[in-house]
């Protein structure tokens, strides 16, 4: 069943090859703001030249206003990317992005930082790490999650101390050979400092794939739900009964299949629903995309009617 309509559509130009990587939150004056990666240069890799720009939809999300720029690169960055709206504790707007920077090792780290304003986007304080810790973070946009204690969620993967342009780990011996590793970051003071939990989660066959742009869940009784995306044909995911302090084994999520490509789940009113990629494309398929990743088409919006516990048998797909 086909359904929903395009309602805005960020098109590329010269001078601005790629646009994405966004996250949505709605304002006090019950607009939405949309956060998103604007590329401005001549490249649209993931390092290349980026800043954060915003579009506002008054309507519901039916008409949206002319993008305009939150904030450009500070000048030691080599870019920013990849938007997390949330509501501070305090009911500030809080943004959470991605700062890359070339070391004088020549290795990259990738940090994921936080910046708030008291004027629901007009104005924007500086930026600071969402991690004590230097290496090379990947978290998904609009993956940051603030739980109903008040305590803030960044789910990420970790590639190592410092990366490559392609993420390749240069320094890091606790890489294993399975590929990065998730983590969860997390504050318990409205996002002024930062720590880690200290379970961590890798894949276990042994390939340079790992678990990547993991997203997170909380249900009503407060369990949470973790899923990564693979190439081994499934999201893979995990649950936590104590506030994230211990983990059940990561396991193929036998109806969420993927070909790697993430996945994203929300409550929505009474229901919860689960954005996601299901095969029929494959990581070993031959049907690829124009930067060889498998297909991630169709698009799919599955709904659960239980709060997210059941998605197979108890759900509108």
Same mark, same amino acid.
């Given at each position: 069943k086909k359904i929903g309509k395009q309602v805005l559509f960020l098109s590329t130009s010269e001078g601005n090859p790629r646009n994405g990587e966004g996250s949505f939150i709605r304002l006090k004056d019950g607009s939405i703001l949309y956060a998103f990666t604007e590329y401005c240069g001549n490249s649209w890799e993931d390092h290349a030249v980026a800043r954060i720009s915003g579009c506002r939809s008054f309507d519901e999300g039916d008409t949206w206003t002319e993008r305009f720029m939150l904030f450009e690169k500070?000048?030691?960055?080599?870019? @920013? +990317?990849?938007t997390n709206l949330i509501r501070m504790n305090n009911g500030d =707007?809080? @943004? @959470?992005? =991605? *700062?890359?920077?070339? +070391?004088?090792?020549?290795?990259?780290?990738? +940090?994921?930082? @936080? *910046? *708030?304003?008291?004027d629901e986007g007009c104005s924007w304080s500086d930026w600071q790490f969402c991690t004590r810790t230097e290496g090379y973070y990947c978290p998904f946009n609009g993956s940051a999650l603030v739980l109903k204690s008040g305590r803030i969620l960044m789910p990420v993967s970790f590639h190592g101390k410092r990366a490559d342009l392609d993420n390749n780990c240069l320094i890091d011996p606790q890489i294993p050979e399975s590929g990065p590793v998730v983590k969860i970051l997390y504050s318990d003071d409205d996002g002024i400092t930062w720590d880690e939990f200290p379970h961590s989660f890798s894949s276990p066959y042994p390939d340079s794939a790992g678990f990547a742009e993991p997203g997170i869940y909380e249900h009503e009784d407060g369990t949470l739900w973790i899923w990564f995306r693979t190439v081994y044909g499934f999201q893979y995911q995990s649950v936590s009964a104590d506030g994230g302090i211990t983990w059940t084994p990561a396991t193929p999520s036998f109806y969420f299949t993927s070909p790697d490509s993430p996945m994203i789940v929300r409550r929505c009113g009474k229901y919860t629903v689960a954005i996601h990629n299901p095969i029929p494309w494959y990581s070993g398929s031959e049907r690829r995309e124009f930067w060889d990743s498998p297909k991630r088409t169709p698009l799919v919006c599955t709904v659960s009617t239980n709060d997210g516990k059941d998605f197979s048998s108890n759900c509108h797909r």
């Open positions: 500070d000048p030691a960055a080599q870019n @920013i +990317m990849s =707007l809080g @943004i @959470i992005y =991605l *700062r890359k920077e070339k +070391m004088p090792d020549n290795g990259y780290v990738c +940090m994921p930082v @936080i *910046r *708030r304003s008291t």
